[in-house]
């Protein structure tokens, strides 16, 4: 079974710092995604990227960037922390550009 | 938007009745997938189907496509309390894949 684990289920930080999230698959997946859920908006593509050192934006990369150093591990990082990112992250990889995704189990952060 | 809407956005029923989600879009796709969640937990891929298939079965779970009307649906029959959870549907067109809201199903038992 394919597997996507994140480097934590809960997260709280304050305004002004550095975060990174981390995200490793063990299915020598090339995709790897980042999502942010929010009630009511569903869940909205931050960055994802295609291969090792790839990366593109999604539909709201303002405020996060993203590494992948290796390809079974793909970093989000927000740079200066706002309450306006307090969020469930999902990271989520696949074998093909658009077929099946197969999501770790969330970051809920909280900026306060 | 490309976006699928799903319809209702929550939905209670009794354990062993049959579940129906409704997802509409808004331009052509290649395929849809419909994904379950669990309370704060990630999603998990159920189906996928392609834009000319009409409709795919796996297990309880049966899924239409009406690309003239711009929809799908998800079927779930002989509903389980382990149902209960949030299923969106993701259209894929052109290399973007697009999530929808959700909707929240809730099986009493």
């Known amino acids: 079974d394919v597997k996507v684990t994140q480097s934590s289920r809960y997260l709280v930080k304050r305004t002004g710092e550095k975060v990174f999230l981390e995200c490793v698959q063990d299915?020598?997946?090339?995709?790897m995604f980042w999502y942010r859920q929010d009630p009511g908006l569903g869940l909205r593509l931050i960055y994802f990227?295609?291969?090792?050192?790839?990366?593109e934006k999604g539909d709201i990369p303002e405020g996060y960037s993203v590494s992948r150093e290796k390809k079974e591990r793909f970093s989000l990082i927000l740079e200066s922390a706002s309450t306006n990112q307090t969020s469930m992250y999902l990271c989520?990889?696949?074998?093909?550009?658009?077929?099946?995704?197969?999501f770790g189990p969330g970051t809920r952060l909280t900026v306060t | 938007s490309q976006q699928g809407e799903e319809d209702p956005q929550a939905l209670s029923i009794q354990e062993g009745e049959n579940a129906t989600m409704n997802c509409s879009y808004k331009t052509s796709i290649n395929n849809l997938q419909w994904y379950r969640q669990n309370s704060g937990r990630g999603l998990v891929h159920l189906i996928l189907?392609?834009?000319?298939?009409r409709e795919k079965h796996s297990g309880r779970l049966r899924v239409t496509l009406d690309t003239s009307k711009k929809s799908s649906s998800l079927l779930i029959t002989a509903s389980r309390a382990a149902d209960t959870a949030s299923y969106f549907c993701?259209?894929?067109?052109?290399?973007?894949?697009?999530f929808g809201a959700g909707t929240r199903l809730t099986v009493k038992p």
């Open positions: 989520a990889s696949s074998l093909v550009t658009l077929g099946e995704q197969y």
């Open positions: 993701a259209t894929e067109f052109n290399n973007d894949m697009r």
């Open positions: 299915m020598d997946h090339e995709n």
């Open positions: 189907i392609r834009s000319n298939e």
């Open positions: 990227s295609y291969d090792v050192k790839m990366k």
